[in-house]
């Protein structure tokens, strides 16, 4: 196609868009945000928070601490009186543990879904509706072959979505599936466990979880770091960046 042709195009296009997208054609990759708290503040100390506007993945295995900071960082929201909404997507949300970690569920809305597509489905209303302070998908349960299935064009349209508003889009999976659609991802590991010793006499052996370490690891971020995250590892020479990498400990409830 000719350079006119391809011109003439694009000024087409702008014309049948004005009024409603204003630059069809500038693609924005922003890296700076407004960072909130997670609630951790080893997870706080890591990323700088998470990124309102944005998308951001926590991922990791079964027990590595997905949960819990996804508990406490919609402790911290509604604590600060925003209403936040989680879209379960294998309704395995127990409000009992949450109403424990801080969470205030007058303030969250709790959408029950059987699977991922009445989720993606819920998560793109929800987004569209605004008015959240925070969206939290839970994709955790969902095998992850069957997230990989989710075409990248859902992920692209939710971060569009979110753009230039206050609600933080926060997803829950077992590997990261948005690809460049997400601000930060971030991977959790669990560390040593913590055992007590259970005061029952008959079984004198017997011992009780009181917790585990957690290990985060930064694997993507298009969000502008902290500056204490750049260190000198000596006198005179050249400032390098820190490994992102944080641990932080969680109880049992």
């Known amino acids: ?20 997208v204003a ?7 922003r890296n700076a945000f407004e960072l909130v708290s ?27 601490g997905r949960t819990s900071l996804l508990l406490s960082s919609l402790a911290s929201r509604t604590a600060e009186g925003e209403v936040c909404a989680l879209v379960d997507a294998r309704d ?15 303030k969250l809305l ?21 008015g959240f302070g925070m969206v939290a998908v839970d994709l955790s349960d969902v095998p992850a072959r069957t997230v990989r299935q989710v075409p990248l064009n859902a992920w692209f349209r939710f971060r569009r979505a979110v753009e230039d508003t206050p609600t933080i889009l926060l997803l829950l999976e077992q590997e990261p599936h948005a690809k460049t659609c997400a601000s930060l991802v971030v991977r959790l590991e669990a560390g040593k466990a913590r055992w007590t010793q259970a005061a029952v006499s008959c079984y004198p052996f017997a011992k009780l979880l009181r917790g585990f370490s957690v290990s985060g690891d ?6 502008q770091m902290p500056e204490q995250r750049v260190v000198n590892i000596r006198e005179g020479a050249q400032p390098k960046m820190a490994v992102p990498r944080g641990v932080f400990e969680t109880e049992t409830i």
């Open 92 to 106: 395995s949300f127990d409000p009992l543990t949450g109403n424990a970690a801080g969470i205030a569920l007058g």
């Open 1 to 20: 196609m000719a350079a006119s042709s391809l011109a003439t195009l694009r000024s087409k296009i702008e014309s049948d868009l004005r009024g409603r």
């Open 218 to 223: 930064v694997v993507r971020s298009r969000v």
């Open 110 to 130: 709790w959408v029950r879904c059987q699977n991922i597509e009445q989720a993606l489905r819920a998560t793109d209303l929800l987004i569209q509706a605004g």
């Open 38 to 64: 997670t609630g951790v503040p080893e997870m706080d100390a890591l990323v700088g928070g998470l990124p309102r506007g944005a998308m951001t993945e926590i991922c990791g295995a079964a027990c590595s």
């Open 23 to 29: 630059s069809p054609f500038a693609y924005r990759d």
